[in-house]
């Protein structure tokens, strides 16, 4: 069966300090990855994607994350994590041809000033 | 970047009444649309895929006649809660998929708390 695992319901972290967001995932196929996050009473913002290529993605507000075939993960990261990033992100998963995703169960990220 | 429209953002209304949730994509073509359900600290729960003109596809253990989808054009489905009650309050959420690219990522409205009372 194919899913994403996000290990960690929260992750705190102070600011100014790299910030890691884990995920793994497990498909048949080779997947389309993604990273979402989410604000309070809003949808899903894009943050960016790895469909082939080099595997390190640069996104939005200074996110990027590390496609490793071999460990089956797709971790976001950030250098220096700021108070505003404080939010719940999603990582999901499609494959070629299928325009569903599959979503992990979310992380919520908190840094502390 | 890609915007998709959500409306109403908010609902609150007597159970026993139909309420009826916009998504619209702005300024792309959306021939697949995607209904979620999120619960209060919770991961999303795909409902169902939107077709333009064509039938919805629903998930697992959604009722179609309690959640029904209309796909009419390529910038606008609507998902429209029937005899709703209170066990139906909830956050929705709408996505569009630009026509053609499955490599592309879904846009997502800004969702709808729906409340019944």
């Known amino acids: 069966a194919q899913s994403v695992a996000q290990p960690e319901d929260q992750v705190n972290v102070a600011e100014g300090n790299p910030l890691t967001v884990k995920c793994t995932y497990s498909?048949?196929?080779?997947?389309?990855l993604f990273w979402y996050v989410q604000y309070p009473n809003r949808g899903l913002q894009f943050l960016l994607k790895?469909?082939?290529?080099?595997?390190l993605v640069k996104g939005s507000y200074g996110f990027e994350a590390e496609f490793n075939k071999s460990q089956t993960s797709f971790h976001l990261k950030k250098p220096s994590a700021l108070v505003s990033d404080s939010a719940l992100y999603f990582c999901?998963?499609?494959?070629?041809?299928?325009?569903?995703?599959?979503f992990g169960t979310g992380t919520r990220l908190k840094v502390l000033a | 970047g890609a915007v998709v429209s959500q409306h109403p953002s908010r609902v609150i209304c007597k159970s026993g009444t139909s309420v009826k949730i916009e998504c619209r994509s702005l300024?792309?073509?959306?021939?697949?649309m995607f209904w979620y359900r999120q619960f209060p600290k919770k991961s999303l729960m795909l409902m169902a895929t939107?077709?333009?003109?064509?039938?919805?596809?629903?998930e697992q253990g959604v009722e179609k006649d309690k959640f029904l989808i209309n796909h009419a054009s390529l910038t606008l489905s609507t998902l429209t809660v029937t005899s709703a009650h209170p066990e139906d309050s909830s956050f929705y959420i709408c996505?569009?998929?630009?026509?053609?690219?499955?490599?592309?990522?879904?846009?997502f409205g800004d969702g709808t708390r729906l409340s019944i009372l």
């Open positions: 996505s569009a998929s630009r026509t053609g690219s499955s490599n592309q990522p879904q846009h």
């Open positions: 498909v048949s196929g080779n997947p389309y």
């Open positions: 790895y469909i082939t290529g080099d595997n």
């Open positions: 999901a998963v499609s494959t070629s041809g299928t325009y569903k995703y599959i």
């Open positions: 300024d792309f073509q959306a021939t697949t």
């Open positions: 939107s077709n333009e003109g064509s039938k919805a596809t629903y």
